[in-house]
């Protein structure tokens, strides 16, 4: 059934809806207002309502509606009127209920057997056609208009069961006439018909917020109705290159199942097409992005595309928020504010890290805060031992027993750890204790050990594919990495300026510029 809007004043659309649908249409506000009071599905309510108020007519409506109240009042059975219903089926001889009814088959017995939920009433006998019509009795049951008829003279096996279901009418299963969906569709245009969808599935069309991009997503929610084995996220084995097969089987499927609901007589131009083909595109493509995140270079390439086949252009699909995130802002920061990217060794990925120092007149405490881990706090800890063992060589009369420091770390993109950011947290200790900034986005990447010795990056084109997609323009590398220069991809050659440094204390002045 189609809802018109929840507004008791009808629009245009609820109108031509009612006129086109008739019968088959639900007030949303007549729902609230009947449910108060009774205990009773909401799809029950609306096959009633849509039986006796599907009507423009405010009078039809409004006696429709105390009609379906009445039968509400009638049948409907309250749980702790189990032995009153069964009192009045014997007096009347029949009684009619609006009750949830399920059917259990004893092999023993080869019989069907009948049970209402709310009137208690069990060893129900009813005929074996009814049960082989509606089927779905046996698995869970489903609510119904129900003739129970009373008769004592009935046993089975010794036991007098006096209790018949007469008629059946299944209120949860839905009898659909596709061809007068399909007719019915033709009187409205494309627009109109997703605003019908999103009225039916609770939803005001006409609202501000709904712009055409997001009532298609949500009206994606309904694709898995339409498209067997739908899946937007599926992926393949890692290292077999199926992923890329199944981001053609995604998008085909997205649209495949918006045209079906959309255009269910498969009438759509061309510019309706590419819509809703641009929309499944993109929303795959966000998959990508997030798997990149996640997997690194193996992932790195993003961009789908399709191809007019009149014109023959290619045409890609962007996600147009992704031009505008970068996690490591333009412009100068504070002394002892630095940017590294380190490995989460249990979540099996990089991430970006913020590392900021503040450096005050104290004692020589360390305070750290945020988001750290023991490697990470060990990291810490060789930097600002070296720094202190070698803070006079690097030509700065001050000494670390004069600064009390509290380092703060920042995980940008949720990553538990980062192993391997030692030569960060050294620059970083050693700017804010010089007062001195570093270039504009910056990343530091490496590790040393309390000698200063400086340790391969590893995974260095994932680590550089993360600095570059969060906004870094420079990052800085140890010597040790030239070899793997010529195996990085081209877009990060181009788009990164790649500076190496050969000991710690050649990467501090490079970082802040002082060569």
């Not at 009750?99 to 057997?113: G, I, L, N, P, S």
């Not at 077999?240 to 199944?246: A, D, H, M, N």
């Not at 995604?250 to 809703?276: F, R, W, Y």
């Amino acid at each position: 059934m189609t809802a018109l809007a929840i507004d008791s004043m009808l629009d245009a659309l609820d109108m031509k809806l009612a006129e086109t649908f008739g019968g088959r249409v639900v007030r949303k506000d007549l729902v609230k207002k009947t449910k108060v009071g009774f205990n009773i599905p909401v799809y029950v309510l609306e096959y009633l309502l849509g039986r006796y108020c599907s009507s423009t007519d405010p009078s039809i409506v409004a006696e429709g509606l105390e009609h379906v109240k009445t039968i509400i009042a009638e049948r409907f059975v309250r749980a702790d009127e189990g032995e009153l219903i069964k009192s009045r089926t014997r007096e009347r001889g029949s009684m009619q209920l609006l009750d949830k009814v399920t059917v259990a088959y004893r092999e023993t017995e080869d019989k069907y057997w009948a049970t209402l939920a709310n009137s208690g009433l069990v060893y129900v006998h009813i005929a074996s056609s009814l049960v082989q019509q509606y089927e779905k009795l046996l698995v869970g049951g489903v609510w119904a208009n129900v003739e129970i008829r009373y008769d004592d003279t009935l046993q089975h096996r010794g036991v007098t069961r006096p209790f018949v279901i007469e008629q059946l009418q299944p209120i949860q299963i839905a009898s659909a006439d596709l061809d007068e969906y399909i007719d019915g569709r033709h009187h409205f245009t494309r627009d109109e018909w997703i605003d019908v969808l999103f009225r039916s599935i609770g939803y005001e069309p006409s609202h501000a917020d709904f712009t055409f991009q997001r009532k298609l997503l949500y009206l994606l929610r309904l694709v898995p109705l339409v498209e067997h084995n739908y899946n937007l996220v599926e992926l393949g084995p890692r290292g077999t290159g199926k992923s890329e097969e199944r981001d053609r089987k995604a998008i085909v499927k997205t649209v495949s199942g918006l045209l079906k609901l959309l255009h269910p007589d498969g009438q759509c131009d061309k510019v309706e097409l590419e819509q809703c083909l641009s929309f499944a595109i993109e929303r795959r493509r966000r998959v990508k992005e997030q798997l990149k995140r996640m997997g690194g270079i193996e992932y790195a390439k993003v961009n789908l595309s399709h191809i007019d086949l009149e014109s023959g252009q290619e045409m890609f699909t962007p996600c147009p928020e992704l031009g505008v995130i970068q996690l490591i802002p333009e412009g100068q920061n504070e002394p002892g504010d630095v940017f590294t990217v380190g490995l989460d060794k249990d979540e099996g990925r990089f991430g970006l890290f913020r590392i900021q120092i503040q450096a005050t007149k104290g004692n020589g405490h360390l305070r750290v805060t945020g988001s750290t881990s023991k490697p990470m706090r060990d990291a810490l800890q060789t930097a600002y031992d070296y720094l202190r063992a070698n803070l006079r060589r690097l030509g700065s009369d001050r000494d670390l027993k004069d600064f009390d420091l509290h380092v703060q770390i920042h995980s940008l993109m949720q990553a538990r750890e980062g192993a391997g950011i030692g030569v960060a947290f050294f620059i970083a200790l050693l700017s804010a204790v010089l007062a001195r900034p570093l270039v504009p986005q910056l990343v530091i990447l490496g590790d040393l050990t309390i000698h200063g010795v400086l340790m391969r990056v590893d995974s260095l084109a994932d680590k550089l594919k993360t600095a570059m997609d969060a906004g870094a323009k420079k990052v800085m590398i140890p010597t040790e990495n030239k070899r793997d220069f010529a195996d990085l991809p081209a877009d990060i050659i181009d788009k990164l300026q790649i500076v190496f440094y050969s000991d710690p204390t050649n990467a501090a002045f490079r970082a802040m510029g002082l060569e």
